[in-house]
């Protein structure tokens, strides 16, 4: 196993001896000096390889390597304020541990198609580990938050018999001659462990068959949802903001180097809760002022979202949507019955919805009657509605989409830039 890595001459003297092995991401040859750019995981070292300071099958090898070599360089540290991160490696020894087959496909200039095709070998490059390493860090820090909040973990199934949201985005599966599904969310699943544990969370991919080719969907993407029992929307709420809040910040906070890499400066102080409560007919209202007109009754889609946020620094919630834009779940506003009692948190500048969740109905009958009203078959619910005849408890929840929280927070203009390997309609290799 590999017991140092390039980043750690950064912390040498000047003469000390370092051996590094790294992958070759540049090669500029000057006659009898050879520059190599090594990467690893923790960053980039430049190699000086010298004649007569290395060998000469060092310096025949270093002058030859091709692009995506690993190679090992025994070598003297030295001060040299132009190499990155401001340490350079004199060659006294240079081995190629594995050469290439061909010259490496991804050559600076090629297109974005040849780089998603050839994923697997563009995930090498310094952006995308160190957008890796901060989704890492923001997926840590939101366990962390939830198990400090008393939160437990719980891990759902993924093959279902029955639509959470909507049977036009569901994936079938033919699950040994019976029709079975993927799931779009976890939330049922969830509703019923809080008998149990009252604060849950999960952390798993959801599927949705999109159909519409947005910088903003995905076919498989990674869904933090949690489920409160004894709670209102407002008790949500409370949670998203604290939750997106706190976490975000602190993920950022841990990625200095990895957001100067990727050219970004997040503001942190936009990230504070609390976040403003908007409802869902005065966000109309503002729209109708932008020009926008929706209907009332009407979802808003990825456009709406946009021209609605534009003018946000800090993420909102879009609160109260009438019962025809949501699922059959959503309690009904008891003060307002065309109204759900549901929250989106919408992300600023255009980048829109980034959390759903709201509270659920916890009565039998309500529930039965708002299945029924939406065409659905109440045998298909059956051990959902039985959280309702035992004990049933007010109870609220929300989903939240990590690509999408990421997308925002590093300004990415496609959500598949935030994942390794991105799945949409047009995409599912490699
Ligand atoms: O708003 P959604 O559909 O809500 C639910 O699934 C609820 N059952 C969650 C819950 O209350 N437990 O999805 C929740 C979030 C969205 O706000 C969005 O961030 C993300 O999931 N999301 C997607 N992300 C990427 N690609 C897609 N196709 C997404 N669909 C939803
Ligand atoms: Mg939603």
Redesign the pocket.
């Known amino acids: 196993m590999k017991t140092s890595y390039l980043a750690d001459v950064r912390g040498l003297q000047d003469g000390s001896r370092f051996k590094a092995v790294g992958w070759v991401m540049r090669r500029r040859s000057h006659g009898r000096l050879v520059f190599l750019d090594l990467r690893d995981s923790t960053g980039l070292l430049q190699v000086a390889v010298k004649a007569g300071v290395a060998d000469e099958a060092s310096l025949k090898a270093a002058s030859m390597v091709g692009r995506e070599s690993l190679v090992e360089v025994d070598g003297l540290v030295r001060t040299e304020a132009r190499a990155p991160g401001g340490k350079e490696l004199t060659a006294l020894q240079v081995r190629v541990l594995s050469g290439v087959a061909q010259d490496f496909p991804l050559r600076k200039g090629v297109g974005a198609k040849v780089l998603w095709d050839n994923r697997h070998l563009a995930l090498r490059s310094l952006r995308v580990s160190a957008l890796m390493k901060i989704r890492a860090r923001l997926l840590s820090a939101l366990r962390r938050w939830f198990e400090e909040n008393g939160f437990t973990e719980i891990n759902c199934p993924s093959f279902i018999t029955a639509a ?2 909507g049977g036009a ?1 569901l994936f079938k599966v033919d699950y040994f001659g019976k029709t079975a599904y993927l799931t ?4 049922f699943y ?1 509703e019923a462990a809080i008998f149990g544990l009252e604060k849950v969370y999960s952390v798993q991919p ?1 599927f ?1 068959a ?1 159909k519409s080719k947005t910088k ?4 498989e ?1 990674w ?1 933090v ?3 409160i029992a004894h709670a209102g929307l407002s008790d949500m709420m409370g949670v998203v903001e604290r939750l997106v809040g706190e976490s975000s910040i602190q993920a950022l906070q841990q990625s200095g180097e990895e957001l100067r890499i990727l050219g970004r400066k997040p503001r942190l102080d936009v990230l504070e809760p609390p976040y403003e409560r908007i409802k869902y007919s005065e966000a109309l209202e503002i729209l109708e002022s932008k020009g926008v007109d929706v209907p009332w009754g009407t979802d808003l889609g990825a456009d709406e979202e946009r021209v609605l946020t534009e003018g946000f620094e800090k993420p909102f919630f879009l609160t109260h949507f009438p019962r025809e834009a949501k ?1 059959f779940y959503h309690r009904i506003d008891p003060s307002d019955g065309r109204v759900t009692l549901s929250a ?2 919408l992300a600023p500048r255009g980048y829109g ?6 509270e659920r109905i916890f009565s039998l009958e309500e529930l039965v009657a708002r299945i029924e009203a939406e065409g659905l078959d109440p045998k298909d619910y059956e051990w959902y509605l039985d959280l309702r005849r035992y004990g049933s408890v007010q109870h609220a ?5 990590l ?3 990421i997308q925002w927070l590093l300004e990415l203009k496609s ?1 598949k830039t935030a994942t390794l390997f991105p799945r949409t309609r047009a995409r599912i290799y490699p």
């Open positions: 959470v949201e985005t779009q969310s976890v939330q969830q959801s949705r999109e903003r969907h995905l076919t993407f869904h949802e949690a489920e699922a989106d948190l919805e980034v959390v759903g969740g709201g929840g929300f989903g939240l989409g690509e999408r929280l959500i």
